[in-house]
């Protein structure tokens, strides 16, 4: 199974700063991973795809990057409502497998 | 649009059974691989099963092989997933998830439902 290594768990942030969560895999994946972003009581929210491809209608200040087993999710600023918490999925091969989270609370 | 419907929650007994259904709507279901994601209350999510489009293909998580058992119906455009021999650790809210394949995985989730196994 593919191991999925996120950070942070969680990390504190004001509006307006730029927040990095990244993830490693434990081998290989290509570019076959996503973002989600989960707000309390909500389904989970596609953010990106394919590594660094934007979901239609999601804010530009979200970025990915990455390939092969190391990823990053960027917010170069981050909004009142980017308070949430943040996961990547690999989908390379199965069972698929969700890094562990990062929460992003208000500092 | 698309819409994924979750029924088939509640409380149940610790080795009981339970199905969950998922409806689907706004796009061509047969077309499209489903999934099964879960989430224990705080924790993080977990992938459980998926089907493929034709229903042939069907691949499981190991905590949950052997006992769940993912099916679909094109005929009523539902997916469904048959729980047995229910444990503690299956307390969880359930997703059904779309996967486009070609362009990423999981890309319309639906609202999830909560399963309690409790004594």
């Known amino acids: 199974d593919i191991q999925m290594t996120q950070s942070p768990s969680s990390l504190s942030a004001s509006v307006g700063d730029r927040v990095t969560i990244t993830c490693r895999a434990s081998?290989?994946?290509?570019?076959?991973l996503g973002w989600y972003q989960q707000k309390p009581g909500k389904a989970p929210k596609r953010l990106i795809y394919?590594?660094?491809s934007l979901e239609s209608g999601v804010p530009s200040r979200f970025s990915g990057s990455g390939s092969g087993t190391e990823f990053t999710l960027t917010i170069s600023s981050l909004q009142p409502e980017d308070f949430a918490t943040y996961y990547c999925?690999?989908?390379?091969?199965?069972?698929?497998?969700f890094g562990q989270g990062t929460k992003v609370e208000i500092k | 649009q698309v819409q994924l419907v979750e029924s088939g929650g509640g409380v149940v007994q610790p080795g009981r059974s339970l199905r969950l259904s998922c409806a689907a709507s706004?796009?061509?279901?047969?077309?499209?691989?489903m999934h099964w994601v879960r989430q224990a209350p705080g924790k993080g999510l977990e992938w459980v099963a998926v089907?493929?489009?034709?229903?042939?293909?069907?691949y499981y998580a190991d905590s949950v092989k052997g006992r769940f058992t993912i099916s679909r119906d094109k005929s009523n455009n539902t997916l469904y997933l048959q729980m047995t021999s229910l444990r503690a650790e299956d307390t969880a809210v359930y997703y059904c998830?779309?996967?486009?394949?070609?362009?990423?995985?999981?890309?319309?989730w639906g609202q999830g439902i909560l399963v309690t196994v409790s004594s």
């Open positions: 706004g796009f061509t279901f047969n077309t499209y691989a």
């Open positions: 089907i493929s489009y034709n229903g042939r293909t069907q």
């Open positions: 998830a779309r996967d486009p394949q070609l362009v990423g995985a999981f890309d319309y």
């Open positions: 999925l690999q989908h390379n091969s199965y069972p698929r497998t």
């Open positions: 081998q290989g994946i290509r570019n076959d």
């Open positions: 394919a590594a660094s």
